[in-house]
């Protein structure tokens, strides 16, 4: 869940024009007429980050659930592509209850773990998976010990 998660924060993220900016800072007026505001990209703010962990849950939905047959490990899937591609569905199980457990999985590890959540993910960082949710919250201590094939 925590893999699946992380996932569609990084797609949604990437989704914003990056040229897109908030403005961050104090708006108040300091004694010489100036501001101490900052204008940031939008996509890793925090603001967008917390707008994005209220809803992301809700893609949950689109996952199904894969055992491995050596391993019998769970592991959840996207059973709807984002760009409408066909995908590779054999032996991915779905389902209301694979849906409704793993969204509120997902609820429950945004909720806990929102602040660590926002840290990794305002800036870019390489293995925020790996990172988030195998040694920092140990929620997938296995995935340390799977071999990943490079892209």
Not at 26 to 47: C, L, M
Not at 67 to 73: A, N
Not at 101 to 130: G, T
Request: charged share 35%; hydrophobic share 35%.
């Amino acid at each position: 869940a925590c893999r699946a998660l992380v996932d569609e924060l990084e797609w949604e993220i990437a989704q914003v024009d990056p040229r897109k900016t908030i403005q961050m800072g104090s708006f108040r007026i300091n004694p010489d007429g100036s501001q101490s505001v900052v204008e940031v990209p939008y996509a890793r703010s925090e603001a967008h980050l917390t707008e994005l962990l209220e809803r992301v849950c809700e893609k949950m939905k689109e996952y199904g659930e894969k055992v491995d047959p050596s391993t019998h490990r769970k592991s959840y899937v996207r059973v709807i592509s984002h760009d409408g591609t066909r995908m590779d569905l054999s032996g991915v199980k779905i389902d209301g209850d694979v849906a409704s457990s793993l969204k509120f999985a997902c609820e429950s590890i945004a909720e806990e773990y929102e602040d660590e959540l926002i840290e990794f993910l305002s800036h870019e960082a390489d293995n925020v998976k790996d990172r988030l949710c195998s040694k920092r919250t140990d929620l997938c201590d296995h995935a340390l010990h799977i071999p990943h094939d490079e892209l």
